[in-house]
């Protein structure tokens, strides 16, 4: 009878261990300052967006020639998602759920400048948001599940919803989600990897608390 | 993972303002592709374009023209359809799934009397949310080409996880001169009415058009039913703009999705494919559907018809899909020619019947990113 007892219980360990997933790690960049687990790991004072960008490029060494060729969303994921790769290398299947205010509308701006003179095809790649999940992809070789979420602002119940619904229906094992943001020069960036490995609790409470930690309000309310 | 139910559906294009008239247009050959010569470019070429005094007329009649843009108007005459024949749904509870490229991009050349912010899609969601008195905030999907079926996807994973039993997934997109300068930049656009797998393609011709259609976790009392049994997205991870030359994401995610719905190739009765005639893009599919063991489907392309509806054609073609599992019927694949891909297809080439229990939609797009969705048939 004790035998059963304890089978149960850790079968109902096991039940509840499965549905259960953990932030292993997270980036954030904003106002000149990228954070690390919630460590300050890189400060600027530079204010134009590409010198700041490219600072950020040579702080982390990447050594990704391509970089440069990106419009500044997709610098800005894979600047994320470096600091979070290199600590934990990325499996093929880890999935990309990122989501967004301003979707590619600065780069869409500066498309829409350049039909007045010569319509930009190299421009006009950018002018998708989900184009950095792409650019992240193929700098880390994922051949994964993809989404692209525009909201008004950080909406960590979707994000956990979503990434948790692949999760669970083991579409993948492993998660990176998050909130990528570009407007009028101002980035917001929150990235996140999520998986079975235990450590902070998955929930929207602590994607929250993470997101605003060293956060007052987004870029766009400014 | 279990079902996700697909329910009525609407579709507003150049072939017609529901459903019913665009099935009957493709059915008897029709094509929304139409001669184009826009003033900034000195290219020609064809496009589907909704005529938008037969819009403001069919809109009037539930709300000011004035007041919305071309899209949203689109967007909300197909959402009227579907909240007038369900009548009792309780729009407290239902999600609403909004997938769009580009929105309401036009405004951002000519804004006319709208503000900025109407450039935003949380405010296009806002917008249809408040017309129908939705209370949940709107999910927002925007994912290049396959951001329509992965609207289906991703409401098939929420509605899995209990966060609704019932959603309105709505796909559009416009032809504004944003993405035709863009396309035309990259010398895409066809000088033609575009011509799927076919040996002369030589390029897409863009599309404009609003599906939506309602969907339940629970099994609906009606005989014939269909259902999404299995979906899975794939990135390519090899350019962002071009389309991998295996066809690497298209392949894994046909795989995925063959084995999230537990069915082998061989049972797949109708495949419908993304097929948007550029030479690249339709011989990445035919080398992607032949290592899926897909060569012997009858396999079509929606695009001789609608054009590239670019964030709306993978919701517009599942609900196509989904009718002709419903009407047993093959739809031929419009402007098909002699077979120019360098693997065999089974290209549809006149209007059939047969039983469909199972059908494949895929597609792809910038990003690399790559979309499958398995149906299935439940008759009596």
Redesign the interface.
Known sequence: MADVTWLWFLKQKKNKMSNQFYIQDWVKIKNGEIFNSGKLIFESTEKELNLFLKECYEFLEIKYPKFHKMDGLSKLGILGSEIIFRKNKPTKDTALVISNNASSLETDKQFQESTKTFASPALFVYTLPNIVLGEISIKYKLQSENAFFISEDFNAGLLKDYSESLLSSEKTSRVLCGWLDLQNGEYDVFLCLVSKEKNIPFSEESLKKLYCAENDKPTHRT | ?KKLYLLEDAIISPLGFSTKENIQAIREGKSGLKFQKPE?TENQFFAGIIDETLLNQVFSKIGAIEKFTKLEKMILLAVKQLLDKNKNLDLTETALILTT???N?NL??EPGDFPESR????KL??IVANFFGFKQ?P??????CISGG?GLA?AR??G??G?FTNAIVVGADLVS??VI??????QALSTEACKPFSKERDGISLGEAAAAIMVSTEKPEISNVISLIGD??????????GPSRTG??LY?SIQ?ALK?ASISAEKVGLLSAHGTATVYNDEMESIAFHRSGLQEVPIHSLKGFYGHTLGASALLESIITKHSMLNNELIASKNFGELGVSKSLNIIQSNKHKEIYYALKTAS?????NLALVFKAEKE
Do not use: P, Q, Y
């Open positions: 993972m900034f490229t580009k929105g991009i951002l050349k450039l935003k899609l949380s969601g806002k905030t999910i927002i999907l925007s994912n290049a992965l991703v994973g929420l899995n996880s966060k001169d944003f300068s863009g396309f035309n930049s990259f899975a997205s794939a990135n390519d991870a090899n350019h962002i703009s690497e994401g894994i995925k999230d797009g910038f990003g690399g990113c």
